[in-house]
């Protein structure tokens, strides 16, 4: 197996092996994967974090040994907790992964916490919405969950609908607790978004940019456009 290392601040995971196709994800410094196919120019790779497929540049591609892969995984880990840092000439985003210390990063906790995860989500605020980003300067809804999620101590799929599968359900909204996960639908029933729980009525998501909504039966209320724009479907609550 052929392994790779993200060395830029941010990489685009593509759906096929083109510059005209979709940006499906991104790959953040530090990140590591495995390399499962190629073509001219292009290389089909698969995350280690999340599982995720998609192809990037071959050009972008940073090869390590598995022997260099094990050693990463053996560091401690921290996270970037500030918009942006500087780290040996790169800047880096809130949300990548460092192995050691730095000024802007906090250590990552061994066990979820719900309330690191609130108060990761409200420095993204006013992050614009990019689809499949993962970035301060791009970001789409479960991208910014799974980003969050992690630095509270949990790992989560890159995509809202397998992030549904995740956790236990919270049947009616009075039960809500700070970091429950709210999952929205369109009219066939399939996942298209998704949000953190700051209470039981506010909603912090990334919809046009990282904002904070309300929330009731139907779904979220934009007080600005006074309407619902997304579909309440269900509700998880992490552990």
């Not at 090869?63 to 918009?83: G, H, M, N, R, T």
């Not at 991208?143 to 509270?152: H, M, P, S």
Request: glycine fraction near 8%; include cysteine.
């Amino acid at each position: 197996m052929n392994y790779g290392i993200c060395d830029l601040s941010v990489i685009p995971i593509r759906k096929e092996g083109s510059h005209t196709s979709e940006m499906v994800s991104q790959l953040l410094y530090n990140e590591m994967y495995e390399v499962l196919d190629e073509k001219p120019g292009w290389k089909l790779i698969r995350t280690m974090s999340d599982q995720y497929e998609g192809w990037i540049q071959g050009i972008q591609h940073h090869e390590i040994v598995e022997q260099e892969v094990l050693a990463l995984k053996a560091k401690e880990s921290y996270i970037v907790d500030q918009p942006t840092i500087t780290y040996k000439g790169k800047s880096l985003s809130i949300g990548t992964i460092v192995h050691e210390p730095v000024a802007g990063s906090m250590t990552i906790p061994g066990r979820f916490v719900p309330a690191m995860m609130i108060e990761f989500a409200q420095k993204f605020m006013d992050a614009p919405y990019l689809w499949g980003g993962r970035s301060i300067f791009g970001i789409d809804c479960s991208g910014f969950v799974q980003l969050c999620a992690r630095a509270a101590g949990k790992l989560l799929p890159r995509d809202a609908s397998e992030q549904i599968k995740e956790g236990e359900l919270v049947y009616f909204l009075p039960e809500i607790q700070p970091g429950d996960l709210a999952f929205f639908g369109n009219e066939d029933g399939k996942i298209v978004h998704v949000g953190m729980m700051l209470d039981n009525e506010r909603i912090i998501h990334c919809s046009g940019q990282v904002r904070i909504d309300y929330l009731d039966q139907t779904g979220i209320f934009n007080k600005e456009r006074n309407e619902h724009t997304h579909r309440l479907q269900v509700i998880k609550r992490l552990s």
